[in-house]
Structure formats: structure tokens, C-alpha cells
């Protein structure tokens, strides 16, 4: 069955602050890697997405990295804002018909002054 | 560019009325389009999606039920809403390249 894991579950870090957060997937065969962020009561909004030949892929101050081989990917926060509080998602598809997207159950974090 | 609207943004029905939900893109044809149920504090469960007009595939078997009766636009029915179908409701379309999906801003819908 395909998974996606996430952790922590919940995190919470000071402004100015980096953090990194953790994502194990069994998703076969595997396609490709999201992160979404998800302001409270709207929709996610991609980050990043890397396919099975990439290992880094950075978006401003968020870099995400991927091990196909571990099947593990984190998304690190470099130098944290009060607006990077969000719940990050993190979703994989899988190479096959229709492409289905499995979804992690998403990190909260919470950015305080 | 592309553009996904949802609508309402939010929504309180009580137990056992009708619902409707509408979805629709602007900017792009034939896209596939996903409707996915968000509970509170949890992961996003995929409910329909659908590869053109009048083709869906549900994901879940369920009280609701969805419809595209034109190529951009996807509805997320129910003829009586249960509690636990409480949630925020997210409609989402892919593209081809690199099967990304876009979000809508969603519906939160509040069953009493």
C-alpha cells in the first residue's frame, strides 16, 4: 500500500530560526515529490517537485532534498518568517495510470516572534 | 493563466439536506480535475476525480457524489448530508507537465 509518512507531526520555532522537515514515502513506482504549504483555510500551494534524478530543488528559502534510494525527503526552512507558519505537505505520485498522488498527513509549524 | 475558482468559500447545512459544490477553471481545456475532502488536522483524501466530461472515478465509496458537466467544470454533490461529512473541501486540476495540480481555495462545509 502506498504511504507517505511525515514528522514532526506538529513543530513550533522562533523567527530567524531554521528548521527541517522529514518525509518517508513507500510509493511504487515512484514518479515524482511535492511539497505543498497549506495557510490555514486555503488550498496548498506547491513549493517544490522533484522527479526520481533530482536530489536538491530550492525555492527561495525552502530547499527540499530527496534520496530515492532511502525513499526519504526533507524541506528545510532557512531563516524562518512569522508568514512561513503552515502546515507543509508532502505528497508523492506514482508512475502509473492516472498518476495518483499519495498525501502525508503534513507537518504544522508554527513561526512565534 | 490558469485560474481555479470553488465556491461557496464556506457553508453550514444541517443533517440530511441537499448539497452542491461547484468547481470551475479558467485558462486551460480538458484538464483532469479532483475533488479531496481535508477533516481537521488531517491529510487530504482524494474523493473523485475525472478525465473529461461526464467521466468520473471515485476514489471512496460514500455519501456524496460528483458530476462534470462541462470540460472546466466539476460539482461535488449529496442528496442528504451526513456529520461526519463535515470538512474543507479542496477542487484541484493537473497539468500535464510533471502531473502538477493546482489547488482551489477550497469550501469549508460544517454539518449541524
Known amino acids: 500500500k502506498n504511504q507517505v509518512e511525515q514528522s514532526p507531526q506538529s513543530l513550533i520555532i522562533l523567527e530567524g530560526k531554521n528548521c527541517t522537515l522529514q518525509?518517508?514515502?513507500?510509493?511504487?513506482?515512484?514518479?515524482?515529490l511535492r511539497w505543498y504549504k497549506q495557510d490555514t483555510g486555503r488550498g496548498p500551494v506547491s513549493l517544490t517537485i522533484?522527479?526520481?534524478?533530482?536530489n536538491t530543488k530550492s525555492n527561495g528559502r525552502y530547499t527540499a532534498t530527496l534520496d530515492a534510494d532511502t525513499k526519504q525527503s526533507s524541506l528545510h526552512i532557512t531563516a524562518s518568517q512569522l508568514s512561513d507558519s503552515a502546515s507543509y505537505i508532502c505528497?508523492?505520485?506514482?508512475?502509473?495510470?492516472?498518476?495518483?498522488?499519495?498525501f502525508g498527513g503534513g507537518t504544522r509549524l508554527m513561526v512565534k516572534p | 493563466s490558469q485560474t481555479i475558482h470553488q465556491w461557496p468559500a464556506t457553508l453550514v447545512q444541517p443533517v440530511g439536506s441537499p448539497l452542491s459544490l461547484e468547481c470551475t477553471v479558467e485558462?486551460?481545456?480538458?484538464?483532469?480535475l479532483y475533488w479531496y475532502r481535508q477533516a481537521a488536522g488531517r491529510g487530504l483524501q482524494l474523493l473523485f476525480y475525472?478525465?473529461?466530461?461526464?467521466?468520473i472515478s471515485s476514489e471512496v465509496p460514500q455519501n456524496l457524489s460528483a458530476s462534470r458537466p462541462q470540460d472546466r467544470q466539476f460539482i461535488l454533490s449529496s442528496k442528504k448530508l451526513l456529520l461526519s461529512d463535515s470538512g474543507f473541501y479542496l477542487c484541484?486540476?493537473?497539468?500535464?507537465?510533471?502531473?502538477?495540480?493546482?489547488f482551489g481555495p477550497g469550501t469549508r462545509l460544517t454539518v449541524t
Open positions: 484541484a486540476w493537473r497539468t500535464g507537465v510533471l502531473y502538477e495540480q493546482y
Open positions: 518525509c518517508n514515502y513507500t510509493v511504487s513506482p515512484f514518479s515524482n
Open positions: 522533484m522527479t526520481f534524478s533530482e
Open positions: 485558462g486551460t481545456s480538458n484538464p483532469n
Open positions: 475525472s478525465v473529461g466530461i461526464g467521466q
Open positions: 505528497v508523492v505520485s506514482a508512475r502509473n495510470a492516472g498518476n495518483m498522488l499519495t
